[in-house]
C-alpha cells in the first residue's frame, strides 16, 4: 500500500471498453502499467472479450483473478425514447447486479461504477433565481428512464457489503462543436482525459466509497450562484479574463445564463481528484487551429497551440 490510502492493484476488468469513456480508462489503465481485461459486445482495440453483459456465461470468465472492476458499459441518454424501457432495466440495472454478485463470488476487491450527473435531474433546475449548486447532497429528481435506471444501478453498487465501491458521476464529456463545448466547459463539462483520470484514482483508492461527482476545474464560489445565473458573462470576464477574450476573439458568445455548477470538492478531497483541462485547454485548441489555418502570420504569434 502507498501513502494516502491508496494501494496498487492488479488486473482490471473494464466493461464497456468499446465506448467513450470505457476506451479512454482502458488506455490510461495500461498507461499506468495494469493489465486490464476490456469486456464489451462490440470489438475494439481495447475488448479482450466481445460479449453482452446480459450473457453471463460469455464475460463472467474474465472476473478470474481480477481485483477490480470498472463498469462503464450501460445504455445511454440518447437510447432514451429510442430502446425499449424495458432494455433499460435489463442492461443498466439488471446486468449490473449480476456483474456485481459475479464480483464479489470471484474475490473482487473494488468496483467503479461509471454514472451521471444527468441522475440529478429535475433538481438541475434552478428555483431561487440562482444556479443550482450540485453537490452530492442534492436530492436526485429523475427524468427518464436513463436516470431512474443509473440511480438504480449506483444503489445496487453502493449495497454490497462485499467489496468497496464507488460511484463516479461524471459531467457532460462527449465531443460537441467547439463554441458549445466551450461554453459548458465554464460549469458543466469536463475533459475525457480528466474523467479517465478520475477512474485510475477510484481504482487505486484503498478507502474511497459511495458517490462523487467529477467535473471540470471551474473558479465559481457558491456565492456567485445569482450572478452566474443573472449575468454570467460580467462575472466570466471579470474572474477569468483571458477566456472572456477567447471567446471574443474567435467570436463565440458567452452564456447568457448558468442554470448549474457541477461542484467536484469531494472527489478532490477523497480521492485527489485534480481536473486538468478546463475552458481554457478547450480555447488554446480552437486559436491554435485558427492561427494555422490562417497561414504563416498566424503562426508568429504568442498563441499556444495544444
Not at 429535475?122 to 453537490?135: F, K, M
Not at 466547459?185 to 469536463?190: A, D, K, N, P, Q
Request: glycine share 10%; proline share 6%.
Amino acid at each position: 500500500m502507498r501513502a494516502g490510502g491508496v494501494v496498487r492493484v492488479g488486473r482490471v476488468v473494464v466493461t464497456g471498453s468499446a465506448g467513450l469513456v470505457g476506451s479512454a480508462v482502458v488506455r490510461l489503465l495500461r498507461e499506468s502499467g495494469r493489465a486490464v481485461v476490456g469486456v464489451d459486445r462490440v470489438a475494439s482495440p481495447d475488448t479482450s472479450v466481445v460479449a453482452d453483459l446480459r450473457d453471463g456465461a460469455a464475460w463472467r470468465g474474465a472476473l478470474a483473478g481480477a481485483e477490480a472492476v470498472v463498469h462503464a458499459a450501460a445504455l445511454h441518454a440518447p437510447h432514451v425514447g429510442v430502446r425499449p424501457d424495458a432494455e433499460f432495466h435489463a442492461v443498466n440495472v439488471v446486468a449490473t447486479g449480476e456483474l456485481l454478485a459475479a464480483a464479489e463470488a470471484a474475490g473482487v476487491r473494488r468496483f467503479v461504477l461509471t454514472s451521471s450527473t444527468s441522475v440529478y435531474g429535475h433538481a438541475l433546475v434552478p428555483s431561487d433565481g440562482a444556479a443550482v449548486w450540485v453537490t452530492e447532497e442534492l436530492d436526485p429528481r429523475p427524468r427518464d428512464v436513463y436516470d431512474e435506471t443509473k440511480l438504480a444501478a449506483e444503489r445496487l453498487v453502493l449495497g454490497s457489503t462485499a467489496l468497496t465501491a464507488v460511484c463516479l458521476r461524471i459531467a457532460r464529456c462527449f465531443p460537441e462543436p467547439p463554441p458549445l463545448l466551450a461554453r459548458h466547459r465554464l460549469y458543466r463539462g469536463v475533459d475525457l482525459a480528466d474523467v479517465a483520470r478520475a477512474h485510475l484514482l477510484a481504482v487505486e483508492s484503498a478507502t474511497a466509497t459511495g458517490v462523487l461527482n467529477i467535473a471540470g476545474p471551474y473558479p465559481w464560489r457558491a456565492g456567485d450562484r445569482a450572478r452566474l445565473h443573472q449575468d454570467p458573462a460580467a462575472l466570466i470576464s471579470e474572474r477569468m479574463p483571458e477566456a472572456a477574450a477567447g471567446f471574443d476573439r474567435l467570436g463565440w458568445d458567452l452564456p447568457s445564463s448558468v442554470d448549474r455548477v457541477y461542484v467536484s470538492e469531494r472527489a478532490a478531497s477523497v480521492l485527489g481528484y485534480r481536473p486538468l483541462r478546463g475552458v481554457a485547454e478547450v480555447l488554446a485548441d480552437a486559436i491554435g487551429r485558427e492561427s494555422l489555418s490562417s497561414g504563416p502570420a498566424g503562426l508568429q504569434t504568442d498563441d499556444h497551440v495544444n
